[in-house]
């Protein structure tokens, strides 16, 4: 139980990965979250893993909230903006899925730069609309299925990411590596 986290008074009682929450089942009537969701897999917990322990502590019939940005940042799931594939992660374990827009524009966004230097998904967002999806999932009624996914090492990565997004997407993040490693060893 932390009473302070980083020298502030928390709310929260525990603080913990969505990799392995410490709460039993079926302990919580809500669930939020906020902006988190598209920076699960790249702190190596895998969204279906995430969602499985969310809805393990969250009561049947009860709601999980989440938001998250389409066509923004995070994984790649989300910055490709592939809502059927992002409601099939809940499917297994929700009643009731609601998905709802908000604040999506109606022209594309200017390119995206960040700290000088060009989004690295900027080819993903070309004539896309950045916006906010609210997603609403009620937890079914008895149990629901639990994955354990285990992370997938750099190179099982770097291999499905190969055979979805092809090896010129790869040679580009190659080469932006390399070119912001130079600016900042050249100095």
Same mark, same amino acid.
């Given at each position: ?58 009561? =049947?019939?009860?709601?999980? @909230?989440?938001? #998250?940005?389409? /066509?923004? !940042? ?8 592939? &809502? ?25 966004? =200017?390119?995206?730069?960040? @700290?000088?230097? #060009?989004?690295? /998904?900027? !080819? ?8 906010? &999806? ?54």
């Amino acid at each position: 139980m932390l009473e302070y986290y980083m020298g502030k008074k928390t709310i929260s009682t525990k603080i913990a990965s969505v990799n392995d929450l410490p709460y039993d089942e079926n302990y919580f009537d809500f669930i939020i979250g906020n902006q988190s969701l598209e920076h699960w897999d790249e702190n190596r917990v895998p969204l279906r893993k995430g969602l499985s322990e969310v809805f393990k502590v969250l009561k =049947p019939g009860g709601m999980a @909230l989440f938001n #998250v940005p389409i /066509h923004f !940042h995070g994984d790649y799931l989300f910055v490709e903006g592939n &809502l059927e594939l992002i409601k099939s992660k809940f499917t297994p374990f929700c009643s009731e899925i609601l998905f709802e827009p908000w604040r999506k524009p109606s022209h594309p966004l =200017p390119e995206i730069k960040h @700290l000088g230097r #060009v989004f690295r /998904h900027r !080819h993903a967002l070309k004539n896309s609309n950045a916006y906010i &999806l609210d997603i609403r999932a009620r937890k079914m009624e008895g149990s629901v299925p639990y994955f354990d996914d285990q992370p997938k090492s750099s190179i099982k990565r770097l291999l499905d990411g190969l055979q979805k997004k092809g090896l010129q997407y790869y040679v580009y993040l190659v080469s932006q590596k390399l070119t912001l490693y130079w600016k900042r060893y050249r100095k």
